[in-house]
């Protein structure tokens, strides 16, 4: 698969994920399950690696897989205990588990065409 074909794919589930979980939230704290302070602490953590998720840039994959590991526990708690919101959970879990796939392969794909990397100790 080329960096350009992941680089879209990735772009399209992390701005998926963006919209369904400030949904999830905003709406939480506009019916008073959370306070609308408390729902601004779930979503800003996501919004830190927009820009660069925006305009392809591997370090902010890289460092973005960690990010989405706390919404996957939060994904993952949903699923275990809810039934009622069963479709939105398994929704997040999927989508989530795409992004920590796809994260990492198009850092790695794309730093690897810049010619980015770890420098090795000369000898």
Known sequence: MSS???????R???MALVILLSAWFINKGITGEYSLAFAALWIIPLLL???GVLTGKPYTYAWGSFIICLYMLHGLTLLYVTDEHLLFALTEVMLLGALLVGFPFYARIRGRELGLGLKKKAK
């Open 12 to 14: 399209a589930g992390y």
């Open 49 to 51: 690696p927009l820009k």
């Open 4 to 10: 350009n074909t992941l680089f879209k794919l990735c």
